[in-house]
């Protein structure tokens, strides 16, 4: 069964028009790959499929795991599997990470009707999820994202993944910012949570992530359409011709 | 006071309704009113000596004299204090049998606060097996106190035993004729708590935590006087994050604290009384002096406060610093929700040399609440090295709330140091969605980002109150969203 079915999607913002027309399988155990250019509608669609407010669906519709997404909230879409990795973290001051984690986690269970994680199950968790990641505990007793750096902030969310086990991650350019180390740490993370129940959509500029986690297609979105799907070739190709060729007008 | 009246009158409607019948308790009651008599009545039933009488007389005289005061930026309607009943005899209250006959929505909030369910009944007024557990704890912690050398008893038992420390100390940090409220409750007052911790003895225990059952039958005008003796220490918790209710609307107590040399007090409260409905209307007005008095060199006072309750909060925990080197500290978190209305902050008065304070306020305002942080730094002409850092940050959740921030600072000494920073805030959408990506629902997303913002003060509360002060934090936000 198809994890993710979006079909003639079209997606407003203010009464301005994003996604005009999108249609995006994705299988379960798969990795779709999107590139584009600034602008284009990458991290709409990632808001699209979290549910944000404000991003309304004006046609189309998208199933995941069989289910129309538009029954479900926010917090709903997140404790059914869906979890994004965002550009730009946001800062949550004076909770620290590891209360903020327990939170979440704790929050996607009841939602599941699962028990929750005592404090001591829940730390061992962690600390096994953080440790590959190169996550210090230090990191996990600071405020969420406060004064993180470009490449922690990152690596935050990677943590946030690998603890909630999401059945559809969608990373939105989760590559930006890393050094060549964080980016093989971070690739690593991603590649282990790889599995044949699991499906991911990762948002990139960057062939160079791409050689880390292989993906099974790339999509070229360009003002706001779907404008061309390839292999993991594809992906080369655009590093060398850029999106000139993908111009949303000549499309 | 007519809306007390009105309140009085319902009670016993319903009381009537319920049970059939209503208990003629008058004789235990003083009369309708406040004069001279009602003052002489209250003494007498607490067969107090002269000296008690002669003070509470003269702070009534003066009473008579003052004027509310106006400059809080609160306003309801005025009150009749010759509307209003100043003494009644502690009541029977009429025991429930089970936890079955309490309303429901009250047994949610317990359960949300994770209170256990043995003192939820003693909470809710369902008796209780006398064979229970606390009963020996109390014991056991009682024998403790007397083994060091504590005191810890309710005022008028303290008149009784030890009337010459009262005598000494009660209104040498609030005189009698400090603010209008403050004199009320000299005139009046007939509850309350009295500590005394010998020199040198560090109290074993956090006072009144497992006590504050017990000390839930608090009345309108509460009395509360701790003196730290030379080199000791305690840590005092007051109030109880259950939310209370009170057939009185009006409650002005007075809390005096005072510290001799290298003593230390830690005042924490949670106070969560009743609110009032949608409209603002039944809720307690609660119009507190509380002053602590830094009398000793190194001695130190800290203030910790999470205000969530109350139609209308008026209240400045204070340090007078009056002991060189001496130190006061005022951590507070103010919440509003619907129509409450919050005037709280401090003042801190450096009188001695080398004296230092910090105060970090935290105010969060919702639905249609108004939240004011009002404080005072004051630097004496003769204390040298005065030191100050003040932090107030107020949050706002909806756009029909509002907050406020007053500091006054009055320096008379060129070298002092004062440092100011405030901030305001909204809970942003961006903040929200992260959360709720994550899985986390709206309600518990605010109280998650509630919690964060107040951290800095809720760190300063002892453990156990601290667990529960957070989910409290996020239960008087419920309904602020969506
Ligand atoms: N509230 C809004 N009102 C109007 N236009 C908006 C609004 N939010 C986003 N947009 C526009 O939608 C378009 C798509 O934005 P989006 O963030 O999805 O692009 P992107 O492909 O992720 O770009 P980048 O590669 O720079 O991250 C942009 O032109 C942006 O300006
Ligand atoms: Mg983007």
Known sequence: MDMLEIKNLHVSVDGKEILKGIDLDIRA??????????????????????????????????????????????????????????????????????????????????????????????????????????????MLKRALNVGFSGGEKKRAEILQMALLEPALAVLDETDSGLDIDALKTVAAGVNALRN????????THYQRLLDYIVPDAVHVLSGGRIVKTGGKELAHELEKTGYAAYDADAA | MAAVRETVKTVGEVEKYKYGFTTDIESDKAPLGLTEETVRFISAKKSEPGWLLEWRLAAFRRWLTMEEPKWAKVSYPPIDFQDAYYYAAPKQSVKLNSLD????????????????????????????????????????????????GVIFCPMSEAVRDHPELVQKYLGSVVPTSDNFYATLNSAVFSEGSFVYIPEGVRCPMELSTYFRINEKQTGQFERTLIIAEKGSYVSYLEGCTA??????????????????????????????????????????????????????????????????????????????????????????????????????????????????????????????????????????????????????????IGDRCSAHTVPYIETKNPSAVLEH?????????????????????????????VNGFCRDVLQQLPMEFAVEAQKLVGISLEGSVG
């Open chain 2, 243 to 396: 939310p209370q209710r009170d057939e009185n609307q009006l409650h002005a107590a007075v809390v005096e604290l005072v510290t001799l040399d290298d003593a230390e007090i830690k005042y924490s409260t949670v106070q969560n009384w009743y609110p009032g409905d949608e409209d603002g209307k039944g809720g307690i007005y609660n119009f507190v002096t509380k002053r602590g008095d830094c009398r000793g060199a190194n001695s130190k006072i800290s203030w910790t406060q999470v205000e969530t309750g109350s139609a209308i909060t008026w209240k400045y925990p204070s340090c007078i610093l009056r002991g060189d080197n001496s130190r006061g500290e005022f951590y507070s978190i103010a919440i509003s929700n619907g129509r409450q209305q919050v005037d709280s902050g401090t003042k801190m008065i450096h009188l001695g040399r080398n004296t230092s304070s910090r105060i970090v306020s935290k105010g969060i305002s919702a639905g249609r609440s108004s939240n004011t942080y009002r404080g005072l730094v004051s630097v004496h002409r003769k204390a040298e090295n005065v030191r100050n850092f003040t932090q107030c940050d107020s949050l706002l």
């Open chain 2, 421 to 449: 920073e405030a901030t305001t805030s909204k809970i942003s959408d961006d903040q929200m969605f992260y959360c709720r990506q994550r899985g986390i629902g709206e309600e518990e997303a605010v109280a998650l980002i």
């Open chain 1, 29 to 138: 155990g798969e990795v779709h790959a999107i590139m584009g250019p600034n602008g284009s509608g990458k991290s709409t669609l990632s808001y699209v499929l979290s549910g944000r407010e404000g991003y309304e669906v004006t046609e189309g519709s998208i199933r995941f795991r069989g289910r129309d997404l538009a029954e479900l909230n926010v917090d709903e879409r997140a404790a059914a599997g869906i979890f994004l990795a965002f550009q730009y973290p946001i800062e949550i001051p004076g909770v620290t990470t590891m209360t903020f984690l327990k939170t979440a986690l704790n929050a996607q269970r009841k939602a599941r009707g699962e028990a929750e994680l005592d404090a001591v199950r829940f730390l061992k968790l962690v600390r096994e999820k953080a440790k590959p990641l190169n996550v210090p505990d230090e």
């Open chain 1, 196 to 203: 044949p129940e699991r499906a991911m959509l990762v948002i």
């Open chain 2, 101 to 148: 006959e309490v309303d429901p929505k009250l047994l949610e909030t317990y359960k949300k606060l994770g209170i256990p369910l043995t003192e939820q009944k003693m909470l809710a007024g369902v008796a209780v097996d006398a064979v229970f557990d606390s009963v020996s704890v109390v014991t056991t912690f009682k024998e403790k106190l007397r083994e060091v």
